[in-house]
């Protein structure tokens, strides 16, 4: 719970939001109190303006008799007046027996003589809790003012305020935190389906995808890119399963078929011929298996690019020629004739045995796809940005446009009456090996009209 997201969430939320809140308390505690000390310390200079005023209308009886009734009118806890000597001896006052314990500051009275105009004090009195603001001025010749006033109200004001702000700010950070957490749990529902089906995906629900929230905001993302994912991942899946059904498949046939052999051997055949003739079919089945597992591992080790070759630089051309005269007896078993154009005069860096096998598979499949009496076409030239293009063009039954984006995956076959050899792997290994040698391979065909087979490899 500690470690979750919409724990830290929530914290980070109630940690910013009292720091904000203490931030606008203080903000508003210094602009109060600000405020009542000009407005105190104005009301005292405006006090001493008329002081000053009566001094020199009427003399000093008059002073002494307006600060009796100023300080009698106002209360005499609010306020009091000394007058004092520049010796700082006072020589008539308000009544101070509640301001008994202000005494005169000698510092004071001397920055008075000296010739500031006013001097302001504030003083706390310990037993009574409060504080007192105070102006000293010269209010005539020889003769100084102190007049105090009592902060009572605006201590009274911290007081309720001291005692609001802390039961205030408890209420504001639980209620920060509840907001907080709210939030943070609607922000991370998404996150939680994503979650849920991750954990039944753990479970082999395969198919189960994230609820799409469609607020076009991060969750939709990650929801997005999880399908995304889960797609890609079943469609592994169901290729990986595919693969397996073919393997199956493909290794039933000839173990069924040495199977069948061994038995009619044991219950009929008795005779030596007899079990010559289950000696050979054996052979030739397992040849089948060897040659297809052969082959499978060749093009995983080749993808994944662990297969030891030995690279060296190569005439293409040279491989070619020899590819076309090799097969082209078998081209001419089926009376079709297989031409060969190899112009690109050019060498390449790779694995001779694994050109040779790319080449010889597309030639190979072009004699057997191409009925009687057709035509192949096989070439090199020296296409763009110098590389070598290789050519396998026949006249043959073509490919449907259904099968063509798949003709390239391990042991897919288009529609198996066509052809009764093969195992699906031949191109699969052409295109491994291409693309081993930073090559590529394209194909183009017209069902009936024939297959362009194109390989394009970089050039040393
Ligand atoms: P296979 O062992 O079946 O020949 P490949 O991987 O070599 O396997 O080819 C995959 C499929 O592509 C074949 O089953 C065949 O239907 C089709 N194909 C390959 N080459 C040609 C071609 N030249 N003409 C028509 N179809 C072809």
């Given at each position: 719970?500690?470690?979750?997201?919409a724990?830290?969430l929530?914290?980070?939320?109630?940690?910013?939001?009292?720091?904000?809140?203490?931030?606008?308390?203080?903000?508003?505690?210094?602009?109060?109190?600000?405020?009542?000390?000009?407005?105190?310390?104005?009301?005292?200079?405006?006090?001493?303006?008329?002081?000053?005023?009566?001094?020199?209308?009427?003399?000093?009886?008059?002073?002494?008799?307006?600060?009796?009734?100023?300080?009698?009118?106002?209360?005499?806890?609010?306020?009091?007046?000394?007058?004092?000597?520049?010796?700082?001896?006072?020589?008539?006052?308000?009544?101070?027996?509640?301001?008994?314990?202000?005494?005169?500051?000698?510092?004071?009275?001397?920055?008075?003589?000296?010739?500031?105009?006013?001097?302001?004090?504030?003083?706390?009195?310990?037993?009574?809790?409060?504080?007192?603001?105070?102006?000293?001025?010269?209010?005539?010749?020889?003769?100084?003012?102190?007049?105090?006033?009592?902060?009572?109200?605006?201590?009274?004001?911290?007081?309720?305020?001291?005692?609001?702000?802390?039961?205030?700010?408890?209420?504001?950070?639980?209620?920060?935190?509840?907001f907080g957490w709210f939030m943070a749990k609607r922000a991370l529902v998404g996150v939680g389906?994503?979650?849920?089906?991750?954990?039944?995906?753990?479970?082999?629900?395969?198919?189960?995808?994230?609820?799409?929230p469609?607020k076009?905001?991060?969750i939709?993302?990650?929801?997005?890119?999880?399908?995304?994912?889960?797609?890609?991942?079943?469609?592994?899946?169901?290729?990986?399963?595919?693969?397996?059904?073919?393997?199956?498949?493909?290794?039933?046939?000839?173990?069924?078929?040495?199977?069948?052999?061994?038995?009619?051997?044991?219950?009929?055949?008795?005779?030596?011929?007899?079990?010559?003739?289950?000696?050979?079919?054996?052979?030739?089945?397992?040849?089948?298996?060897?040659?297809?597992?052969?082959?499978?591992?060749?093009?995983?080790?080749?993808?994944?690019?662990?297969?030891?070759?030995?690279?060296?630089?190569?005439?293409?051309?040279?491989?070619?020629?020899?590819?076309?005269?090799?097969?082209?007896?078998?081209?001419?078993?089926?009376?079709?004739?297989?031409?060969?154009?190899?112009?690109?005069?050019?060498?390449?860096?790779?694995?001779?045995?694994?050109?040779?096998?790319?080449?010889?598979?597309?030639?190979?499949?072009?004699?057997?796809?191409?009925?009687?009496?057709?035509?192949?076409?096989?070439?090199?030239?020296?296409?763009?940005?110098?590389?070598?293009?290789?050519?396998?063009?026949?006249?043959?039954?073509?490919?449907?446009?259904?099968?063509?984006?798949?003709?390239?995956?391990?042991?897919?076959?288009?529609?198996?009456?066509?052809?009764?050899?093969?195992?699906?792997?031949?191109?699969?290994?052409?295109?491994?090996?291409?693309?081993?040698?930073?090559?590529?391979?394209?194909?183009?065909?017209?069902?009936?009209?024939?297959?362009?087979?194109?390989?394009?490899?970089?050039?040393?």
């Amino acid at each position: 719970m500690v470690r979750t997201l919409a724990f830290r969430l929530t914290l980070w939320y109630a940690i910013i939001f009292t720091l904000s809140a203490c931030l606008a308390f203080l903000i508003f505690y210094l602009m109060i109190t600000s405020f009542f000390r000009e407005q105190t310390d104005s009301d005292l200079l405006k006090q001493v303006g008329v002081f000053t005023a009566v001094l020199n209308a009427d003399g000093i009886e008059a002073v002494e008799s307006l600060a009796e009734r100023e300080a009698q009118a106002s209360g005499e806890r609010k306020i009091f007046f000394r007058l004092l000597y520049p010796t700082g001896i006072s020589f008539s006052s308000s009544n101070m027996s509640f301001w008994r314990d202000i005494g005169v500051t000698r510092a004071s009275i001397d920055n008075i003589m000296d010739g500031t105009a006013y001097v302001y004090e504030t003083i706390s009195i310990p037993q009574k809790k409060q504080r007192v603001r105070i102006i000293y001025s010269a209010i005539g010749s020889g003769i100084i003012l102190q007049l105090g006033y009592s902060m009572e109200n605006i201590t009274g004001f911290f007081q309720a305020f001291q005692k609001v702000f802390i039961p205030g700010m408890l209420a504001l950070i639980i209620m920060s935190a509840g907001f907080g957490w709210f939030m943070a749990k609607r922000a991370l529902v998404g996150v939680g389906a994503v979650t849920r089906t991750a954990r039944n995906i753990s479970a082999g629900r395969l198919e189960e995808r994230v609820p799409v929230p469609g607020k076009g905001d991060e969750i939709d993302q990650l929801a997005n890119t999880f399908n995304a994912m889960l797609d890609r991942i079943e469609q592994l899946v169901a290729g990986i399963k595919e693969i397996g059904d073919n393997v199956a498949h493909d290794l039933k046939s000839p173990i069924t078929a040495m199977r069948g052999a061994a038995e009619v051997a044991l219950t009929t055949g008795k005779s030596r011929a007899d079990l010559e003739r289950m000696g050979a079919e054996t052979i030739e089945a397992c040849d089948h298996l060897l040659n297809m597992i052969n082959t499978m591992l060749t093009i995983s080790k080749t993808e994944a690019g662990v297969e030891e070759w030995q690279t060296r630089e190569l005439d293409i051309d040279e491989i070619v020629q020899d590819a076309c005269e090799l097969l082209d007896a078998l081209a001419a078993e089926r009376s079709i004739k297989l031409r060969c154009e190899a112009t690109a005069n050019t060498h390449i860096l790779g694995d001779i045995s694994m050109i040779q096998r790319m080449v010889a598979n597309l030639i190979d499949n072009a004699i057997k796809y191409t009925p009687t009496g057709g035509r192949i076409h096989v070439a090199t030239r020296l296409g763009a940005d110098d590389r070598v293009v290789i050519t396998v063009q026949d006249t043959g039954i073509g490919i449907p446009r259904d099968d063509l984006p798949h003709i390239f995956d391990r042991f897919y076959r288009c529609d198996p009456s066509r052809s009764t050899t093969g195992a699906g792997l031949g191109l699969s290994l052409v295109k491994a090996v291409a693309e081993a040698h930073k090559g590529r391979v394209e194909v183009n065909s017209t069902v009936e009209q024939g297959s362009l087979f194109k390989v394009t490899l970089p050039t040393k």
